[in-house]
């Protein structure tokens, strides 16, 4: 069964470092999502993207954050310099159409030092 | 309640009996999604049920929808100690928005 996949699984990096996340969504998936989920708190929607470029953001999600889509499969979100309260488990997902199921992958767990 | 609320918090049973968590929600919705996470993992997803439909099933998942007192129920019957997770609701809302929007969630725990 076809499923999201994201690297790394873990990512420890000093404050003010950049870091990427990576996802490969669902290959026929069109709408692409990263959220979050601060430790012991909601899962909390940052941006989705579609047709190569943002639909849709939260207030979170601001300069500090940007996605990409460099190639056909690949979909990554850049932190260009973290913040302790940036660490979370970070979830990417994909949905073949809007307001389809969004399917998630297993998270990247940031941890800011 | 914020949008997406789930009750209870916490939710013990016994192997066998069945599990039912509810959500609330507080603005007109497009679809309502169910999602099970184990601890400190992924969230997976079990159901979704559409504005314009009132139950749905899917193997041992019943989930039903009142858009008039917006609220869900999610039934989990025969439950197994593998059931044992956090069980969230998620909103997707009618306003071409696709941002799920989730709720602190239920944690099942099923006693073998």
């Known amino acids: 069964e076809p499923e999201v996949t994201q690297t790394p699984s873990h990512q420890v990096t000093q404050m003010g470092q950049e870091v990427i996340l990576r996802c490969v969504p669902i290959?026929?998936?069109?709408?692409f999502y990263w959220y979050r989920q601060i430790l012991g708190q909601k899962v909390e929607f940052l941006v989705s993207?579609?047709?190569?470029?943002?639909?849709?953001k939260s207030e979170i999600f601001d300069d500090q954050f940007s996605v990409e889509r460099p190639d056909g499969s690949n979909f990554t979100l850049k932190i260009r310099s973290t913040k302790l309260e940036d660490s979370a488990m970070y979830f990417c997902?994909?949905?073949?159409?809007?307001?389809?199921?969004?399917?998630f992958g297993p998270g990247t767990r940031l941890t800011v030092l | 309640s914020q949008q997406g609320e789930e009750d209870p918090q916490a939710l013990s049973i016994q192997e066998g009996e069945n599990a039912t968590m509810n959500c609330s929600y507080k603005?007109?919705?497009?679809?309502l999604q169910w999602y099970r996470q184990n601890s400190g993992r992924g969230l997976v997803h079990l159901i979704l049920?559409?504005?314009?439909?009132r139950e749905k099933h899917s193997g041992r998942l019943r989930v039903t929808l009142d858009t008039s007192k917006k609220s869900s129920s999610l039934l989990i019957t025969a439950s197994r100690a593998a059931d044992t997770a956090s069980y969230f609701c998620?909103?997707?809302?009618?306003?071409?928005?696709?941002?799920?929007?989730f709720g602190s969630g239920t944690r099942l725990q099923v006693q073998p």
């Open positions: 997902a994909s949905s073949f159409y809007s307001y389809n199921e969004q399917f």
């Open positions: 290959s026929n998936h069109l709408y």
């Open positions: 993207f579609y047709n190569n470029e943002i639909s849709e």
């Open positions: 603005t007109s919705i497009n679809n």
């Open positions: 049920i559409r504005s314009n439909e």
């Open positions: 998620a909103t997707e809302r009618d306003t071409g928005r696709r941002a799920l929007t």
